[in-house]
């Protein structure tokens, strides 16, 4: 696994051997950011990594100019192979690791007045459920800047709902196995 482009383009990223993690393969990561760079700069944006795993779509952000990346993991072993990739390309600014579960996360982030122009949600295929429950959480929540795109990677065995609250799904991109699920605010969409 490696990054795809930008500033650290190139640059090999650690993961776990075998099946023990699903990172999101190089591939559809250079389609999602082709996707988004299609949209408008990455530059200066401020991501959220849900179900962050290897790290290796927020440091794909990090490559591509985005200014600051909140990693949230709650697996011990994801946690510190996030560190490691970070240490690896010698990131020590702009990126913040959050040892936690998703739900709590958003909570804790939410006291803090943080706003994200970005957020990516990538639990285990097997999790279905945690889907609807961050989605749900995210459009009742004022961490979404108001034009902000929420990115759901999920397996193309089952679909998500079009509309969480107010996130209204305009994109739905299938590639292999994995389908991307593109969200906007309705106010934003329309």
Not at 6 to 14: E, F
């Amino acid at each position: 696994m490696r990054v795809v482009a930008g500033k650290y383009r190139s640059r090999q990223l650690a993961t776990f051997p075998g099946a023990a993690l699903r990172p999101t393969s190089d591939r559809l990561r250079e389609t999602l950011f082709d996707v988004l760079a299609a949209q408008g700069s990455l530059a200066g944006t401020r991501w959220l990594d849900l179900f962050a795993g290897t790290g290796a779509v927020g440091i794909e952000a990090l490559s591509r100019g985005a200014k600051e990346i909140y990693f949230v993991e709650a697996a011990r072993g994801p946690v510190a192979l996030i560190r490691k990739n970070l240490k690896s390309l010698e990131i020590s600014r702009g990126a913040e690791v959050i040892a936690a579960k998703a739900i709590h996360a958003l909570h804790r982030l939410s006291g803090q007045g943080l706003r994200f122009d970005f957020c990516f949600v990538d639990p285990p295929y097997d999790m279905e459920d945690q889907y609807a429950l961050v989605l749900d959480e995210l459009s009742g929540s004022s961490l979404l800047a108001p034009s902000a795109t929420v990115i759901a990677e999920h397996s193309k065995h089952f679909d998500l709902a079009g509309q969480f609250g107010d996130l209204h799904r305009y994109r739905r991109l299938q590639q292999g196995d994995a389908v991307l699920s593109f969200y906007q605010s309705t106010a934003a969409v329309t």
